[in-house]
């Protein structure tokens, strides 16, 4: 069973930066997209960015220009670089990943959270 554990979620100041990592761990023959989402009280989750096993990214537009995302193949890892941070990016930040466990077993899991708390 593969497994995403996230780290990196901490308190910080408006404008600070931030680095969120998401381990998978498990039975993994082959990785497709690792993804970011965030939910904030009261709000639906949303996606943040995303990125392919090639290395294609995609960002939700009120991160652009302030996140990037990144992912260490060899490490089944992915990370989010947060700078230029604002109260609204407060929230829990979830790692979501797709892919096969075998030729014929597909997996899409979810990490549990970390939260990113960005104080004014």
């Known amino acids: 069973q593969v497994q995403l554990v996230e780290s990196g979620g901490n308190l910080v100041q408006a404008g600070g930066s931030l680095r969120l990592s998401c381990v998978a761990s498990?039975?993994?023959?082959?990785?497709?997209?690792m993804s970011w989402y965030r939910e904030a009280p009261g709000r639906q989750r949303e996606l943040v960015a995303s990125?392919?096993?090639?290395?294609?990214?995609r960002y939700a537009d009120f991160v652009k220009g302030r996140f990037t995302i990144s992912r260490d193949n060899a490490k089944n890892t992915a990370y989010l670089q947060m700078h230029g941070l604002k109260p609204e990016d407060t929230g829990a930040y979830y790692c979501?990943?797709?892919?096969?466990?075998?030729?014929?077993?597909?997996?899409?899991?979810w990490g549990q959270g970390t939260q990113v708390t960005v104080s004014s």
């Open positions: 979501y990943a797709d892919g096969r466990e075998t030729h014929f077993l597909t997996f899409d899991v």
């Open positions: 498990g039975s993994i023959f082959s990785m497709n997209v």
């Open positions: 990125i392919t096993d090639g290395g294609m990214t």
